[in-house]
């Protein structure tokens, strides 16, 4: 940890020194000196203020040993051994990591009663599936789950875990990064690895104005957390030849002060993460009955309205139907985005998408960065177009069909 070491010796105007500080992080306590909470660490007191008042101190780093830790996990999320669609992603880009270091790629499974359902996870290559299967361990609760993974890890070592970007994965990850001290890097976008196992980890920050590149490489584990949607699964594999390995932990680690009284199954819907056809509104709609040709053309396409956060905030639609980092992030087969410009954190939400339409004014609107088909101009023209035509194509397919 740096710190900034005030020499009270040899400041002989106060006054002056105070003021060096552009973030006003110098003040005078007491008649001495001190730095407080406002530091930025920027050392213009160290370079503009009196010769040896302030010194720029670092702790010594003591370097890991990277050899220690071998392995690329990724964390099995489940609901009674139903596997979530974001652990076969995270399995893909564990492989892709892992094949860039010649790592195993592991899994580790916590539950009760899921020993069987491993086969799954061994047909897309996972190399082994650790399992905790445990009668205590039945319904989601933070601390014996905590506590069998923190158990995989001590035993282990793998030098990477990878979590889905959900409820529970949020919750998570983060108590395991604090009880191994080591950093945890939130909706990652991009991940990558280097040579000496240290992984990138890339994510929109500030509001998605610039794309933040963080690198644990004095910690281990390195954790992450993936939203589902942003990778794709990998393909299945012919003749797995991964195997399973059934774990122990002191059953009284997995005590909870949790108990689950109720377990209550919500009704399935079809959310927009897995619609195939989705149409976008922005703001470029003048007021929220105009939605309804967007909504129409959806209809017709058999696909679902989602929205940018300015709509959402509008009230315009619910706010499940947000696309973007402060949202969903969706892949379906096909997107048009009507009006949309193209901000960065709302493309981080929809770049995978097989096939983008967007339709814009603006010739140089971002989005057509991304766009596989630009349509150049207005909304209200270009909308009702696609209505019709798509109405004649259906018409013309009903047509064939009787006749046929």
């Known amino acids: 940890m740096a710190r900034i070491i005030v020499n009270q010796d040899k ?18 306590i007491e008649g001495k000196i001190e730095i407080n909470a406002a530091c930025k660490m920027c050392k213009m007191c160290v370079k503009k203020g009196p010769k040896g008042a302030f010194e720029f101190e670092e702790d010594e780093i003591i370097a890991i040993n990277k050899d220690e830790w071998r392995g690329v996990t990724v964390y099995v999320e489940h609901n009674d051994g139903d596997i979530h669609p974001v652990t076969y992603e995270l399995i893909g880009k564990a492989r892709e990591l892992a094949g860039k270091i010649n790592h195993p790629v592991y899994c580790v499974f916590v539950g009760n009663k899921i020993k069987d359902k491993c086969s799954q996870l061994l047909s897309y290559g996972v190399d082994e599936v650790f399992v905790y299967d445990y009668e205590e361990l039945d319904k989601f609760r933070i601390e014996p789950y905590t506590a069998a993974v923190e158990n995989y890890i001590s035993n282990i ?28 890097t939130a909706d990652c ?41 942003i990778f794709s699964a990998p393909e299945k594999v012919e003749n797995p030849t991964g195997k399973v390995t ?66 959402i905030e509008a009230g315009w639609i619910d706010p499940r139907k947000q696309i973007g980092l402060s949202g969903r992030t969706v892949k379906p087969k096909l997107i048009i985005t009507c009006g949309v410009s193209g901000a960065v954190q709302f493309v981080a939400g929809m770049k995978g998408s097989e096939y983008i339409v967007a339709i814009n004014q603006d010739e140089n609107a971002p989005i057509f960065d991304v766009a596989h088909l630009a349509l150049i101009g207005d909304i209200y023209e270009i909308i009702p177009i696609l209505i019709e035509k798509i109405k004649n194509i259906k018409k013309e397919s009903e047509v064939a069909v009787t006749l046929s």
Do not use: W
Not at 159 to 173: E, P
Not at 194 to 222: C, K, S, V, W, Y
């Open 246 to 311: 059934l774990c122990n932990i002191e059953k009284d680690k997995l005590k909870s002060n949790i108990n689950v009284l109720e377990t209550k199954i919500k009704n399935k819907i079809i959310g927009i993460e897995d619609a195939e056809v989705v149409v976008v509104i922005s703001r470029a709609f003048k007021k929220a009955e105009d939605i309804k040709m967007a909504e129409k053309l959806a209809e017709l396409l058999d696909g679902q309205i989602g929205g940018t956060r300015p709509t």
């Open 157 to 184: 070592k793998p030098t990477i875990m990878l979590f889905g970007g959900t409820t529970i994965g949020r919750s998570l990850a983060p108590r395991l990064a604090a009880r191994f001290k080591t950093g945890l």
């Open 11 to 28: 400041i002989e105007n106060k006054e002056d020194v105070i003021s060096i500080c552009p973030f006003s992080a110098i003040e005078e």
């Open 189 to 229: 976008t991009i991940l990558d690895i280097q040579e000496n196992t240290d992984l990138d980890q890339i994510r929109p920050a500030f509001g998605g104005n610039i794309m933040a590149h963080i690198n644990t490489p004095n910690h281990r584990p390195q954790f992450a957390t993936v939203r589902y949607k």
